[in-house]
């Protein structure tokens, strides 16, 4: 697609709940970036993927927290048993590669997840 | 990650320059400088990078300092569109590290 296409634009769900969250990137974009950001906040990174090659999970939070992304293309982010500390936008974005430090990324408008 | 520092508020008047500041002294030779806004509501938008020379483009220009430890985003004529969260970050191979950026205001 012409950008980055994110997966719901909102999603409210209960204390406890299991939700995804999914990203399409830029074809032909080779690495896929999740951030979050809670209100009032700036962007916190969690995860980044490149290629074929295994992902850096080092920002993800807990082990509550985990992505895919299948094919090289589309990317899905797990929140199980949510806590009302998930509460925030989560942020996807793309780039041709993250080999080069002159990549320059596109983002979606993000998912913003409430839970209550 | 190789951190930057940005004042976290600035005001400017509609249709006059702004200069947003950014201070990452402790770059390596290989990061990039890139600058990115953050519209209310949106996710965050590129607006310029550069390695060691100033460089211009249709939305903003990019002063680099010689020894590279400090940079400036300069918007030539502010509008209210440009109200805005800007982030400055060092890019390497690998993850784009954002920090709290500088809220701009823009007063008519």
């Known amino acids: 697609g012409a950008g980055v296409s994110q997966s719901p634009s909102n999603k409210v769900t209960e204390k406890g709940k299991d939700v995804e969250l999914r990203c399409d990137p830029i074809?032909?974009?080779?690495?896929l970036y999740w951030y979050r950001q809670s209100l009032g906040q700036g962007l916190e990174f969690l995860i980044y993927f490149q290629g074929n090659s295994a992902p850096d999970k080092s920002g993800l939070p807990s082990d509550r927290f985990s992505a895919e992304r299948t094919g090289g293309s589309v990317s899905t982010l797990t929140i199980q048993r949510t806590q009302q500390e998930d509460s925030a936008v989560y942020l996807c974005?793309?780039?041709?590669?993250?080999?080069?430090?002159?990549?320059?990324?596109?983002f979606g408008a993000g998912s913003r997840l409430t839970v209550l | 990650d190789a951190k930057t520092t940005q004042p976290n508020s600035m005001e400017s008047n509609e249709e006059e320059p702004v200069h947003l500041p950014c201070n990452h002294s402790t770059i390596s030779g290989t990061d990039y400088i890139h600058w990115y806004r953050q519209l209310p509501s949106q996710g965050p938008e590129y607006v310029i990078h550069?390695?060691?020379s100033n460089v211009n483009n249709r939305m903003a220009s990019l002063a680099i300092a010689e020894d590279r430890k400090s940079s400036t985003l300069i918007l030539h004529r502010a509008t209210l569109r440009d109200a805005a969260v800007y982030y400055c970050?060092?890019?390497?191979?690998?993850?784009?590290?954002f920090g709290d950026g500088t809220t701009l205001t823009v007063k008519p």
């Open positions: 974005a793309s780039s041709l590669e993250a080999g080069a430090g002159a990549n320059v990324l596109t």
């Open positions: 550069g390695l060691t």
């Open positions: 970050i060092l890019t390497r191979p690998g993850k784009s590290t």
């Open positions: 074809s032909g974009h080779t690495a």
